[in-house]
């Protein structure tokens, strides 16, 4: 079945690089996403990855994919105070139509100084 | 600008009373979802729609209930409010190749049934 894991929490120093790790079991999934959501907000596209990527860099996050392991990882470089939020990794497997994104349960990254 | 609202941000409201969270985007997307998400952080998809009149129930079965008449508007209705209904509910739209469809977030509506 679709599953996607990650772990909860993560806890950083002001500055260091942070690094969200996700594994999904379904190797037919297309994209692969990381949202975050703020304290009492929706949810934020932060980027994504097409499946026949390795790694995809947006300014300070940088996205790896492999697809033989079905790993996913967030890198977040200089981390600030502001990155504070949940992360939640996404895929969209081809039994839902590539319509249906099924999300992990969210990594909480503290920051402090 | 194209987005997604979600009305009202917060309710408190008793135990038995009819409620109605609205959510309505201007993207012109033809899918729509609903998430609860529990204090765990968890989403869990309650209900979809792929367009005007068809909707669908999702992974986790909920007493709410919706409607898609409109492409741009998508309600949730709870008959009888429960404290078990307490929660946080998230709207979402996609279908647009910019974001390689990605989902797009409304805002939330905090829900609390006392």
């Known amino acids: 079945g679709e599953d996607v894991e990650q772990s909860l929490f993560l806890s950083v120093r002001e500055g260091d690089s942070s690094v969200i790790n996700c594994t999904y079991t379904d190797s037919s999934s297309t994209y692969l996403y990381w949202y975050k959501q703020e304290p009492g907000a929706g949810l934020q596209l932060l980027t994504y990855?097409?499946?026949?990527?390795d790694m995809k860099q947006d300014q300070r996050l940088t996205v790896l994919l492999n697809k033989k392991d079905k790993h996913l990882s967030l890198r977040i470089a200089d981390t600030q105070t502001g990155d504070s939020a949940i992360y939640f990794c996404?895929?969209?497997?081809?039994?839902?139509?590539?319509?249906?994104?099924?999300f992990g349960a969210g990594t909480r990254l503290a920051v402090h100084p | 600008e194209a987005d997604i609202y979600q009305t009202p941000r917060y309710l408190v409201i008793g135990t038995g009373k009819k409620i109605t969270l609205e959510c309505s985007q201007t993207m012109g997307h033809d899918k729509m979802y609903w998430y609860q998400q529990d204090p765990g952080m968890e989403l869990h998809l309650i209900h979809y729609?792929?367009?005007?009149?068809?909707?669908e129930k999702g992974d986790l079965s909920s007493e709410s209930t919706v409607s898609r008449i409109r492409t741009e508007h998508f309600p949730l209705t709870l008959e009888s409010a429960r404290p078990s209904h307490t929660s946080q509910y998230l709207c979402a739209s996609s279908g647009d190749r910019q974001t390689n469809y990605g989902y797009t977030f409304g805002s939330g509506t905090r829900l609390t049934v006392v």
């Open positions: 990855i097409f499946s026949n990527m």
């Open positions: 996404a895929e969209t497997p081809i039994s839902g139509g590539y319509n249906k994104l099924i």
């Open positions: 729609s792929y367009g005007v009149n068809s909707t």
